[in-house]
């Protein structure tokens, strides 16, 4: 049976969307905090380490496996292995563990979402206080909010047979 895959349009798309996923938001927003409160010079040695001889290996390992069988992370890992189960159980983390990154994105845009509010009404203070975030996980409002946006990515995921892929081409 014959399928047709869907692949980037351009090499810059490609480049982008491996950035995007390498990188992340969650590291985005948690990289000035980590570098100020850990030793600035110090923990971006041991963080360009890690890049250097952890993410950038695994990345190209994906890429590479991806090339060679032309599946998904399960069918891949599968190929690879000659179906032994346990490579297809790591592919299985490799479709879950995007879902898991996007409860912590969850609560980073619920954050920017309360952010955006603040500004709009004259509150920014308020942020400043320590007590302000624990605060925020018990209001009705940011349940709700974080709810529905979860709800929207998982209905997302599930409606579209393609999924993010359709919309990075």
């Known amino acids: ?25 969650g590291n985005l927003v948690a990289f000035p905090v980590m570098a100020s409160k850990n030793g600035g010079a110090a923990f971006l040695i ?9 993410c950038y290996p695994v990345m190209i390992a994906e ?6 069988t032309q599946r998904n992370p399960v ?5 690879l292995s000659d179906g032994d189960r346990k490579w297809r ?10 879902f898991m990154i996007a409860v912590f994105y969850t609560v980073i845009t619920v954050w920017l979402v309360v952010y955006l509010k603040e500004i709009a009404t004259g509150g920014l203070e ?7 975030f624990s605060y925020l996980g018990g209001r009705a409002f940011t349940v709700w909010l974080s709810h529905s946006i979860a709800g929207n990515r998982f ?3 599930a409606r579209r047979r393609e999924g993010w892929y359709r919309a990075a081409r």
């Open 126 to 132: 308020s942020l400043a206080d320590e007590s302000t």
């Open 63 to 68: 890429i590479s496996m991806g090339r060679k």
């Open 89 to 98: 159980l790591v592919g299985m983390l490799g479709i879950l563990t995007p």
């Open 155 to 157: 209905y997302y995921l």
């Open 1 to 25: 049976m014959s399928q047709d895959r869907g692949q980037f349009s351009s090499r810059l798309g490609f480049i982008l969307a491996a950035a995007g996923s390498a990188v992340g938001l």
């Open 75 to 79: 069918g891949a890992f599968s190929a």
């Open 46 to 54: 041991i963080y360009l380490f890690f890049i250097a001889f952890i």
